[in-house]
């Protein structure tokens, strides 16, 4: 079997995220029954609305930073950190005033595969907007609430 060689990054990426999403390109660079691995590049201010996938996904940050939420908690990432999302509970990721670009890998056993390609499904609360800071709890999780980590 030759090996298949699947281009990501600047050039091959296009409009990307779950339903409500802004200012975030991206493209699936595998997937199967097993689960969806994806690259996502959030420009400033961008963001994935609170959604919930019926599978656990890991957010892995290779580059600049910003927040993501799980549930009421939210709190900064940054490059080399990576956020677990469990399976059905609403989370999101975010930038104010900084990039960041990630790789996510959504992990799913074979009777998920009809599920787990670009079916998430949206949260009520909210109403598909990302709620007031005070909505993912009282604070960050890393010290300070301005900007993003570098």
């Given at each position: 079997?030759?090996?298949?060689?699947?281009?990501?990054?600047?050039?091959?990426?296009?409009?990307?995220?779950?339903?409500?999403?802004?200012?975030?390109?991206?493209?699936?660079?595998?997937?199967?029954?097993?689960?969806?691995?994806?690259?996502?590049?959030?420009?400033?201010?961008?963001?994935?609305?609170?959604?919930?996938?019926?599978n656990t996904t890991c957010f892995i940050v290779v580059e600049g930073g910003g927040w993501v939420g799980v549930g009421?908690?939210?709190?900064?990432?940054?490059?080399?950190?990576?956020?677990?999302?469990?399976?059905?509970?609403?989370?999101?990721?975010?930038?104010?005033?900084?990039?960041?670009?990630?790789?996510?890998?959504?992990?799913?056993?074979?009777?998920?595969?009809?599920?787990?390609?670009?079916?998430?499904?949206?949260?009520?609360?909210?109403?598909?907007?990302?709620?007031?800071?005070?909505?993912?709890?009282?604070?960050?999780?890393?010290?300070?609430?301005?900007?993003?980590?570098?």
């Open positions: 079997m030759p090996i298949e060689i699947r281009r990501f990054g600047v050039g091959n990426r296009r409009p990307d995220g779950p339903i409500g999403s802004v200012g975030l390109t991206g493209q699936v660079l595998y997937s199967d029954g097993r689960g969806v691995i994806s690259e996502l590049a959030f420009a400033r201010n961008a963001r994935i609305e609170p959604h919930a996938s019926p009421d908690e939210w709190t900064r990432i940054a490059a080399g950190e990576t956020a677990v999302w469990p399976a059905d509970i609403p989370h999101a990721a975010w930038t104010e005033h900084s990039e960041m670009r990630a790789f996510v890998v959504e992990l799913a056993g074979p009777d998920d595969h009809d599920t787990v390609v670009g079916r998430a499904r949206p949260v009520a609360r909210g109403n598909g907007q990302l709620v007031a800071r005070t909505g993912f709890g009282s604070g960050p999780t890393h010290g300070g609430s301005d900007g993003e980590p570098a």
